[in-house]
């Protein structure tokens, strides 16, 4: 998985000059800074050279700025393969401050003495303090593994080391004592390893199509970490359950729904028959809007809300407030396939049909998912479209079959890991968690009513690890149950794609 990539990473970032090192770490900045998901840019980072007494702080005047001593990055570096999961939880930590906008400068882990930065703490109250700090360890660390570190383990190290290599006092005035922080790091990082697991069991039980339980995961997160990604995939779930509440003719344009960048779902459609089922498609896709906008809010080119709160325009029957939506994207010139596919779908249902041709056929030509389904359809002109029993007897015959056999057997019980943190929280009365998650690895179970889903992070699978080719993947496991660009599922595996190379290997078992 990315852990051996960033493992190895780690090594290399103990042995290159300090000029390259230092590039790395500002990709890392950068890197770090767009998984918090907001349309502001990040402070500039300073890296100081020479005698300091600063570790790493951000500071708000004259201009949002985030300072890291040398030093600090050379502590990183003496811990090996951790190297880059130490460094990550510090410009993280940093990026926290200044994206929950914190209105005084927080320097990372200690009060710098006789400093202007020193004063504006002790201004500030202890509790406000406290709980700043608190909160940016939590979501520092949230985000890093979001980024794809894993910090666990080595934070309280981290700050031990920082005490002895700055010669700290156990005690610092107006600052929690050595062991509160170290404590205060353990506790932050239970926290972060809680969200984190339910962000990657949430999304397993979206790939899985279980909508509803999804949701009540997404929703807990929200209550926690509210960031652009969590909006959007928790509308992802409400968007995906009320498509899947329909009949199959009243959506048979397969949606290009984004679940941030991952995941472009074509769901099975089952209508439960029941008599509210209309008034509960459209409360699912009006709190699938709210949760869309609210991440536009956060980052109004956050393209994957863009898409998928114009799909809930469309399916709305607003169809000129979903091809506005994909107008008021900044990159016209280069709109994405999906992008296209909803417009097209939507002058489409507005009987705008030389403009809808026009972008389901450079949807297809970007070779998008469903592109060529969608297009042939869309040739059969809005009447037929709106023709049920004429649009039933075409996708019978022409929607795309998935073979539901997969041609290895299933991979088998998980092994025991033995580590912490430990993983148990109740999401509501009907949903628990548990497990355990190590630095690279993650077992957990998730049980919700009846259903139980075991789902454990692996490193590789017969030839496969991360990096192999979907081409590869294909030649190892077979055809898989059900193929999207950016995933895969098998009898017990699902892979996971950055383009053509994999990126995830998730063992899951799912039963009654």
């Keep these: 998985m990315k852990f051996k990539l960033l493992?190895?990473?780690?090594?290399?970032?103990?042995?290159?000059?300090?000029?390259?090192?230092n590039n790395y770490v500002r990709e890392m900045y950068q890197k770090l800074s767009l998984t918090f998901g907001e349309a502001r840019n990040p402070p500039e980072l300073i890296i100081v050279q020479g005698k300091s007494d600063l570790i790493a702080g951000y500071f708000t005047s004259p201009s949002p700025t985030i300072k890291l001593d040398?030093?600090?990055?050379?502590?990183?570096?003496?811990?090996?393969?951790?190297?880059?999961?130490?460094?990550?939880?510090?410009?993280?930590?940093?990026?926290?401050?200044?994206?929950?906008?914190?209105?005084?400068?927080?320097?990372?882990?200690?009060?710098?003495?006789?400093?202007?930065?020193?004063?504006?703490?002790?201004?500030?109250?202890?509790?406000?303090?406290?709980?700043?700090?608190?909160?940016?360890?939590?979501?520092?660390?949230?985000?890093?593994?979001?980024?794809?570190?894993?910090?666990?383990?080595?934070?309280?190290k981290l700050l031990a080391k920082i005490y002895d290599v700055y010669k700290r006092p156990d005690k610092i005035p107006n600052?929690?004592?050595?062991?509160?922080?170290?404590?205060?790091?353990?506790?932050?990082?239970?926290?972060a390893t809680e969200g984190y697991a339910v962000f990657l069991t949430a999304n397993t039980w979206l790939q899985l199509s279980n909508y509803e339980v999804a949701t009540q995961h997404f929703d807990w997160l929200l209550k926690k970490f509210p960031s652009r990604e969590i909006f959007n995939n928790a509308g992802v779930a409400q968007l995906l359950q009320a498509l899947s509440l329909k009949a199959r003719h009243e959506v048979p344009f397969i949606y290009p729904v984004e679940l941030d960048s991952r995941s472009r779902l074509f769901t099975p459609n089952t209508r439960s028959g029941l008599e509210d089922n209309d008034r509960k498609i459209e409360v699912l896709l009006k709190t699938a809007q709210r949760n869309f906008e609210e991440a536009l809010r956060k980052d109004p080119d956050y393209t994957p809300a863009c898409v998928n709160l114009a799909c809930v325009f469309d399916l709305l029957g607003n169809y000129e407030a979903a091809i506005g939506k994909i107008n008021e994207l900044k990159s016209q010139r280069s709109l994405s396939s999906n992008a296209l596919t909803i417009r097209a779908i939507a002058y489409l249902h507005n009987e705008q049909m030389e403009k809808a041709n026009r972008d389901f056929a450079e949807a297809q030509r970007l070779s998008g998912f469903g592109t060529t389904h969608n297009f042939a359809l869309a040739q059969k002109g809005l009447?037929?479209?709106?023709?049920?029993?004429?649009?039933?007897?075409?996708?019978?015959?022409?929607?795309?079959?998935?073979?539901f056999v997969s041609t290895k057997p299933p991979l088998g019980t998980f092994k025991a890991i033995?580590?912490?943190?430990?993983?148990?929280?109740?999401?509501?009365?009907?949903?628990?968690?548990?497990?355990?998650?190590?630095?690279?690895?993650?077992?957990?179970?998730?049980?919700?009513?009846?259903?139980?889903?075991?789902?454990?992070?692996?490193?590789?699978?017969?030839?496969?690890?991360?990096?192999?080719?979907?081409?590869?993947?294909?030649?190892?496991l077979g055809l898989p149950i059900k193929e999207n660009p950016t995933y895969w599922l098998y009898d017990g595996l699902i892979v996971n794609f950055d383009g053509d190379a994999v990126s995830e290997l998730l063992q899951y078992q799912l039963k009654e």
């Design 383 to 403: 009447a037929f479209v709106q023709n049920a029993s004429e649009v039933v007897e075409w996708l019978e015959k022409n929607t795309p079959t998935q073979s």
């Design 175 to 191: 600052y929690p004592t050595k062991k509160e922080r170290i404590e205060s790091a353990k506790a932050a990082e239970q926290q």
């Design 7 to 21: 493992c190895f990473v780690g090594f290399l970032l103990m042995r290159v000059s300090a000029p390259a090192q």
């Design 70 to 156: 040398q030093e600090i990055i050379d502590i990183c570096r003496s811990f090996g393969k951790d190297s880059t999961n130490a460094l990550a939880v510090i410009l993280s930590h940093e990026l926290a401050h200044f994206y929950r906008r914190h209105d005084w400068c927080g320097e990372f882990a200690f009060a710098v003495r006789g400093t202007a930065l020193s004063q504006n703490l002790k201004n500030a109250s202890n509790t406000n303090r406290s709980a700043f700090e608190s909160q940016a360890d939590v979501d520092g660390l949230f985000n890093a593994c979001l980024s794809g570190y894993r910090p666990f383990g080595a934070y309280p």
């Design 418 to 476: 033995s580590a912490t943190p430990t993983i148990k929280l109740a999401l509501n009365p009907t949903t628990t968690l548990s497990g355990i998650l190590t630095t690279g690895e993650l077992s957990l179970e998730s049980k919700s009513n009846a259903k139980v889903l075991k789902i454990s992070k692996i490193l590789s699978i017969e030839a496969l690890t991360v990096g192999s080719s979907k081409a590869n993947v294909k030649e190892v």
